[in-house]
């Protein structure tokens, strides 16, 4: 074995991995090798040296105590802080979705009322005025509120009060079908 | 008796605290001594050693699937010693322990493997945390693991997450290293 061999397993040797025949062939050359037993010695006086090491300053002896309630404090106790406040968004927002379901119900309710009183109201077809130059199709109630007392054409008048009661109203359709509506434009 | 880790561990995994508290009982010197020996001062241990459990509470569910827990704690330890160096660009700020209030002091007597040893002296530990901290975090964790706590290349190659080749150059370069920087220690010890 050489040197440079004998440097290269210099770790393994110190660690004691060497096998029975690496070892024999180590020793052989140490044996008459000054050089490499000085490096031997060397790395086996570091390895003594570090395996006695300690860290030269240790913390008081309630420091352990103390150091293990921190981190108790941030991991199991805040956990149980945070089960609780969670539990207890549970418990208040637990109804929630009921009373999200009650409304929607109560709502649909409230609309299907409303859809049938207003068509309850509105039990006649719509109506085209015949005694006009334009085609003009108003509901049932506001055909009679329209009608001229002669019977003659409408007047300029009237007949913007109908095109503004139509736009608002939507002619024939479901807001036409209330019919105060007419009476607060002053329709009649 | 006392609980074995691995009972103490499948307790932690189902739920119970009072297993986390004693596992942290059983690691938390390893944990911090090993961290005051990469990072070299009381304030950088103490945090390792804090986060470390916190990070293992919360990594209880995967705990259920690691074979060694000594090896994970101190995967988990390394990981964040090596974060902090990496953070103060690999210098260990070690303490002066002329600074240090005199409770926080080692008395070293009482810490002595073998006494009447020259070796146990503070200044000698001083000199040994120095050259300790001229190391990068990966060689200097390698050769505390390895020369100081006494774990093998196999287990360290697991601990820190890399090849066992990768172990041994590691130590090799640490010792080297070592060697040179306490060249005058070495050579009294030797005489």
């Known amino acids: 074995m050489t040197c440079l061999e004998f440097r290269s ?28 037993r000085e490096e031997l010695a060397s790395q086996q006086s570091l390895k003594q040296l570090m395996s006695g090491y300690v860290p030269p300053v240790q913390p008081p002896d309630d420091y352990w105590d103390q150091a293990r309630d921190r981190v108790l404090a941030k991991t199991v106790l805040t956990a149980d802080r945070e089960q609780k406040q969670t539990d207890t968004l549970v418990d208040s927002h637990s109804y929630m979705p009921v009373m999200r379901s009650v409304l929607s119900v109560a709502a649909s309710i409230a609309l299907l009322a409303i859809a049938l009183v207003l068509g309850s109201r ?13 085609q003009v199709i108003v509901t049932a109630e506001m055909a009679e509120l329209l009608k001229s007392p002669d019977g003659g054409p409408l007047t300029l008048g009237d007949q913007r009060r109908i095109g503004q009661a139509s736009i608002l109203m939507g002619g024939p359709g479901m807001v036409g079908r209330f019919n105060f509506l007419p009476g607060l434009l002053r329709i009649y | 008796m006392s609980e074995s880790i691995p009972a103490l561990l499948e307790r932690f995994v189902q739920g119970d605290d009072l297993a986390f508290g004693e596992l942290m009982a059983r690691f938390q010197k390893k944990v911090y001594f090993l961290a005051y020996q990469t990072l070299g001062n009381h304030l950088d241990a103490d945090e390792v050693m804090q986060e470390t459990f916190v990070r293992i509470y919360r990594k209880r569910k995967e705990l259920e699937h690691v074979a060694n827990f000594t090896s994970f704690v101190i995967r988990v330890a390394s990981n964040y010693a090596i974060d902090l160096l990496r953070k103060r660009k690999g210098q260990a700020s070690t303490e002066d322990l002329s600074e240090l209030p005199s409770a926080v002091q080692i008395d070293l007597s009482r810490r002595v493997r073998t006494p009447g040893e020259i070796w146990t002296d503070k200044h000698v530990m001083m000199e040994i945390q120095k050259a300790l901290d001229t190391l990068p975090p990966r060689q200097k964790l390698t050769a505390v693991l390895h020369d100081v706590e006494g774990y093998s290349k196999a287990e360290i190659a697991v601990m820190l997450d890399c090849p066992e080749a990768t172990v041994r150059s590691n130590l090799h370069i640490a010792r080297t290293k070592l060697k040179k920087i306490l060249a005058k220690r070495l050579a009294r010890k030797e005489q």
């Open chain 1, 9 to 36: 397993i210099l770790d393994r040797y110190v660690d004691r991995e060497l096998s029975t025949d690496e070892m024999r062939r180590a020793d052989e050359h140490l044996t008459g090798c000054a050089t490499c």
């Open chain 1, 122 to 134: 509105h039990d006649r077809p719509a109506v085209v005025l015949s005694n006009q130059p334009h």
